[in-house]
Each structure stands twice: as structure tokens, then as C-alpha cells.
């Protein structure tokens, strides 16, 4: 039960606290994330049915198609979208969402870019805070439920 | 970040609320992509049509209501709605008018109603060279890959505040330093035979995609000479498993005269070699479905060009899908009209096929619960309809699908993958 603080830099400020989900592999959310329930539909994704909803979801960027910005809008109007969103560069799909959701619903999804070393200590299932200034507090779980 | 007299005036509100929240949601993508300016674009395509929901529907009406008019020629990507056949299928009413409402208020805007995602094949596409803002995936790719367009991949939402501004972030594929190739894939001992057919295209797509991930593939030691459609579906799969939006193909692409001027001068990052065992294990992976039943053929993901219709219709000549088995063809109503006035539909519509236009079965509720196998010849419909309409999917080429269609189960020739 270590705790672990990671200065990660800041795409879209906010605040959340949640449950890791992550994964290595990238994600197109179109076609991989059911913005009615939050659940990860991309059957050949390790996170597939995972339910993202509130979670702190990690994926190193987005790939695939362009209306990966309007499921994560989506997401937010419905409120089944992360609770904030970390990756390994700055992703302009998920960065987009983000800044149209603080338009359209002023809910902007903090987003956070690490680097591939930080991004390696995340793990399914911990407890993490995500600060303003991109300062990511973990709590390591003893018991994992990653995927 | 520098911003120009006029990028100001935008930002301000000079041209209006709408061009003020455009502007707004650039100028933000700018600073978080670290952009040093804005240039200029003089074409844009609009994936944001797609329906989905009452976010994207909220945010074109708001768009619209606050006077939005496009900049430059702006074409449509694919709608929720077939407008003139939706009813023949299982589309509920409230999803129809809501889709129908998002068409209106894109095309309220003032852009061209194209519907295609595949408008790099309508009087629309771009020029080498032209500095654009397009949305669909598979649209960018081609745009730049086998145009020689320049696009960043831009996202849903992005695209129609680009085309109304006229202004993105100076960066990216719109730069020449950067649209170098940074991967090499070299093809190993793939016979020609393989290499001059259709599903080699969509199978190599997703593996380029995979490789690549968000980096520039270079293709050496092709030595088919692909045809458009083919290039199409080579982008649109590798789009779809990857983040591609620009690939390079040694003496075929634009940018690739020579495997030099593909990287520029410079040197690989990383260099691959793909293998027919490679080939074989991706075309395996894109079928889902155990056993040979089936219910739907679905051809036309990217929408189906005028040669693809020429290419199908002698391939089901005199012959009639098999009762249990329903045949369908996604495309524009621009490319149905033409493949109408080139006599080739009465042969389809003999078959027993039909069209959808304007939509795709991937972006309209339009299927059936019946329908639980669907096969087809497209990388991109392969990849993401388990996620989206939870079917199971047979890959297989153009000639699969009609045998297999006539039969009423699976038929797929192996010769060629045995090679």
C-alpha cells in the first residue's frame, strides 16, 4: 500500500478522484466505447466490457475513426464518461471532447498526458486524484482487477 | 501564439457568435497542440454529421441557430439517415427526425449535401498540395496519401469550426517537414497474385495500422500497381486499427517517387518486413464468426465508387442471391445515380441487392435483430461492426460475397491465401 505521486502535465485542467482503468493499448471510441452506458465494446480490446463510467481511464492515445470526439461529448451529456482521462501524448480527439463539453456543458474531462515511464506505474483497480496542475496522487490496491 | 488581424476580429465576434465559438474552440486546440500560428485551408470535409445522440445534434443546432455559414467549399460526410429508404428498414422514428435534424442544420450552414465518406471520389476532392481540414478517418488518409492533400487528422466538432473560420493550427501534415516517413514496411516473398487482390488491400490496411500506430508508414517492394479503390481500402483499415493519417508507397503515392524522397532523406525509426503468415493470421482475425451461416452481404465501407459497381455487377450477372441471404450496398446518391446512367443497377437490383444511400449500416440503426452474421469484403466494416452492432463478421473478397450469397452460407477461395 505505497503511495505514488506523478507530476504529469496538463492538457485540459480539473479535478476527479477514481478507480484506474488501463490499458496499453489505444482506443477508438467510436466503435469501442458505448457512450450509453460507459462500457468498452471494442471486442478485440484487452478493456473490453470494462465499464469506464467515473473511472480514471489510461490508454496511451486514441486511434481509428475522427467521431471518437463526438462519443466522448456523447459521454458527458449522458454522464457515463470517464471521470477524467490520462495518456502518453497529447491526444487532440480526447482534448477536443474535453474543451466542446466545457462549452456546450461547462464539464470539461481533465486530461493528463505522462510519460511512457509514468504511465508504466498505472495500474487497473488503484485509487487515484488527479490535481488541477496535472499532479496525479495514487493509492496502490493490493487486490488488482485488471483485465 | 501569433493570431492574424482577421483571427482576432473572429475571436472577438466581429463575424459573428458563431465564427466567435468556432474561432474559440481552435484557438484552444492551438495552445494545447502548441501551434506557434493558424493558416489558412481552402477545403474542408464534415464528419460531425454522423448522429449518434443529443450532444452532437445540440451542438450543430447551436451552430446553426447562432448563423454559422462555412468559409470554404465543404463537403458532407455520412448522415444517420438514408432519407429516401429508411422506412423499408428497422430505423425507429425518433432516431430518424433527430439524425435528420443534425443534416439540416450542417447543410443549413452551407455545405455541399455530398453524404459520402468517401468524397476524395466526387467532383470535391481535393488538389496535390491544397491545404484542407478534413474529418473520417478514411477520407484523411486517402486526402493525404494518395492525393497528396495536406490534413491533420481532425476530429468531430473540429472540422465544421475549420470550415468556418477558414483558419487551423499551423502544424502537423500541413507542414512538409512533417509528413516525412518515419516507418519503413517492407513486403517479403507476398506473391503477386496476392498483391493484385481486393482483400490483400484491407488485410495489409490493418496490419500497417497496427504497426504504424500514430507514426508515417513507408510501403517498399510493392510490385502490383494498386487501383484507387484498392488505396481506399488499404487507408480506410489501417485508419481504423491505427491512428494513420498519412502512409507513402514506394513509386505509387506522390510523396513517394523514390524510397528517398518518401523519407525525405532521412533514415527509418524502425524498420518491418510483412510476411504472408503475417497476412494470413490478419485476414483470419477480421472473421469473427464460427461456421458458414449468414445472413446479410454488405459491401461498400468506404462508400461504393462507380469502378465498384462496374467490378460487381458481371460478378453477379444472371445469377440470384439466395433467399435467406440479403445482399446490400452502401453509398452516396451521387455515385448511385451515376452507376445508374452507366447501366449497371439493373443487374445489382436483378441479383436481389440493394442500396443505401447517403449512410452506412454502421452509422444508422438500420439492421434488423435478425441479421446476427453479416459478411464483407471491407477491413473497416470488419473491424468495428462486433463493437457496434454486435454481429459476427465473415471477411472475405468481392467474389466471396456474391458466392457466398448465391449459396446461402460462407464460400471463401483459400487458393490464394495458401500461396
Known sequence: MADVTIEGRVIVPGEAEGELLVSNQPLSFWGGYEHQTGEIIDRRHPLSGQIAKGRILAIPNTVGSSTTTAVLLEAVRAGTAPAAILTTSTDSFLALASIVAAEMYNRPIPIVALTAEQFEKLESGAKVAVRKDGTLLLTSQTRSVSS | ?419
Not at chain 2, 219 to 229: N, Q, T, Y
Request: with cysteine; aromatic share 6%.
Open chain 2, 1 to 419: 501564439m501569433h493570431l492574424s488581424a482577421h483571427d482576432r476580429a473572429l475571436l472577438s465576434g466581429d463575424l459573428g457568435p458563431a465564427a466567435r465559438m468556432a474561432m474559440s474552440i481552435i484557438v484552444r486546440m492551438a495552445e494545447i497542440q502548441g501551434a506557434p500560428e493558424l493558416l489558412d485551408i481552402s477545403q474542408a470535409h464534415i464528419d460531425s454529421t454522423i448522429y449518434m445522440g443529443e450532444a452532437g445534434l445540440e451542438f450543430a443546432e447551436r451552430l446553426a441557430k447562432l448563423g454559422a455559414k462555412v468559409a470554404v467549399p465543404s463537403s458532407l460526410n455520412v448522415s444517420g439517415l438514408d432519407e429516401c429508404h429508411w422506412r423499408e428498414w428497422s430505423v425507429p422514428e425518433d432516431w430518424a427526425s433527430k439524425a435528420q435534424r443534425q443534416m439540416i442544420a450542417y447543410h443549413s450552414m452551407g455545405c455541399v449535401p455530398t453524404w459520402t465518406c468517401a468524397p476524395y471520389q466526387t467532383s470535391m476532392a481535393p488538389k496535390f498540395g491544397q491545404q484542407i481540414a478534413w474529418g473520417e478517418s478514411n477520407a484523411i488518409v486517402f486526402a493525404n496519401s494518395v492525393i497528396g492533400a495536406r490534413t491533420e487528422r481532425y476530429p468531430d466538432l473540429l472540422d465544421i469550426c475549420a470550415a468556418i473560420t477558414a483558419r487551423v493550427p499551423a502544424l502537423g501534415l500541413h507542414l512538409t517537414e512533417n509528413r516525412a516517413g518515419q516507418l519503413l514496411i517492407r513486403l517479403k516473398d507476398v506473391p503477386l497474385a496476392v498483391q493484385q487482390d481486393d482483400a490483400f488491400y484491407s488485410v495489409l490496411g490493418l496490419l500497417l495500422g497496427r504497426l504504424a500506430g500514430q507514426r508515417i508508414p513507408v510501403i517498399d517492394g510493392l510490385e502490383a500497381v494498386p487501383a484507387e479503390d484498392q488505396l481506399k481500402q488499404l487507408g480506410a483499415a489501417a485508419a481504423s486499427t491505427g491512428a494513420v493519417a498519412l502512409f507513402h508507397i514506394v513509386g505509387v503515392t506522390p510523396e513517394a517517387p523514390t524510397r528517398e524522397a518518401a523519407f525525405q532523406g532521412r533514415a527509418p525509426i524502425e524498420a518491418h518486413v510483412i510476411t504472408m503468415q503475417q497476412l494470413r493470421d490478419a485476414r483470419r482475425e477480421l472473421t469473427t464468426a464460427a461456421g458458414t451461416k449468414l445472413d446479410m452481404v454488405v459491401l461498400g465501407s468506404p462508400h461504393f465508387s462507380l469502378a465498384e459497381f462496374r467490378q460487381l455487377a458481371p460478378l453477379l450477372a444472371g445469377k440470384q442471391r439466395h433467399p435467406d441471404v440479403q445482399f446490400l450496398v452502401t453509398t452516396s446518391r451521387i455515385m448511385r445515380d451515376l452507376a445508374g446512367q452507366a447501366g449497371v443497377l439493373e443487374t445489382i437490383e436483378a441479383f436481389g441487392a440493394r442500396l443505401t444511400v447517403d449512410t452506412c449500416v454502421l452509422a444508422t440503426p438500420m439492421l434488423p435483430k435478425s441479421v446476427k452474421v453479416l459478411m464483407t469484403n471491407s477491413g473497416k466494416y470488419a473491424h468495428y461492426a462486433p463493437g457496434l452492432l454486435s454481429t459476427q463478421m465473415v471477411f472475405g473478397s468481392m467474389a466471396d460475397c456474391v458466392e457466398s450469397a448465391v449459396h446461402g452460407r460462407v464460400v471463401r477461395d483459400e487458393s490464394l491465401w495458401q500461396m
